[in-house]
Every structure is written in C-alpha cells, then in structure tokens.
Nanobody, 127 residues
Framework: QVQLVESGGGLVQAGGSLRLSCLAS????????MGWFRQAPGKEREFVAQ????????KYADSVKGRFTASRDNAKSTVYLQMNSLKPEDTALYYC????????????????????WGQGTQVTVSS
C-alpha cells in the first residue's frame, strides 16, 4: 500500500511556472513507476508524464513536452513535476499516481495502469 499526497498547486499567470510535489509513504518508493495526470472540469483524466524507478527515463504527453519535466528523489520518497511556460489550457486538478512494475520501462498512460492515487492539487493558469 502506498499513500500519495500532492502539493504545490496554485494560481499563476500564463507563461509562469509551478513545481508540484508528491510525497509517498508506505512501501519502498523506488519499486514504483510514478505518473502525473490531470483532469479539467468536464473532461476525462489525462496522462501528463511518467517517470521510471530511478528517474533516468521519462515520457510525456505531446501537449506538455518541452515545457514540463518530471523528476524524483527516492531518498525523499518524492516525485516532482516542474511546469514552465504554463498556458490557460493547463488549468486542471493534477494527480500523481503509482504502480509497482518490473522492467523494462514501458509506456503507462492510462488511468487503469496505476494502482495508487493522490487527492490532487489544483493548478489554475490565468490569461
């Protein structure tokens, strides 16, 4: 069992930056592939980013590629999402997620691919 708690959301102007954090507790953090998802009002939850066990490999949705960067610090049991050049369409509730999986590092882009979820942190980008 893994418990996830996101933080770092807020209100920012277009073009600005935010860094989200997700603190994990429970089982060994380094066993889990971590993901970031987001859900805007009236829309389905969508994949944003994915990061491997050591942080050496990442995958991104096309909509955030080049602007967002996922990283992790296994010693702190924390995964991060650095968001730069934010746009109003990035406004959403952002979730981190975890799944215990084995190599090789494969794309895990569906909600159903992950077993554990945080409660979300709101990001609002004003124009």
């Amino acid at each position: 069992q893994v418990q996830l708690v996101e933080s770092g959301g807020g209100l920012v102007q277009a073009g600005g930056s935010l860094r989200l954090s997700c603190l994990a507790s429970g089982r060994t953090f380094s066993l889990y592939v971590m993901g970031w998802f987001r859900q805007a009002p009236g829309k389905e939850r969508e994949f944003v980013a994915q990061i491997s066990w050591s942080g050496g490999a990442t995958k991104y949705a096309d909509s955030v590629k080049g602007r967002f960067t996922a990283s992790r610090d296994n010693a702190k049991s924390t995964v991060y999402l650095q968001m730069n050049s934010l746009k109003p369409e990035d406004t959403a509730l952002y979730y981190c997620a975890a799944v215990q999986s084995l190599p090789p590092f494969q794309p895990l882009r569906k909600v159903s691919d992950y077993d554990y979820w945080g409660q979300g942190t709101q990001v609002t980008v004003s124009s």
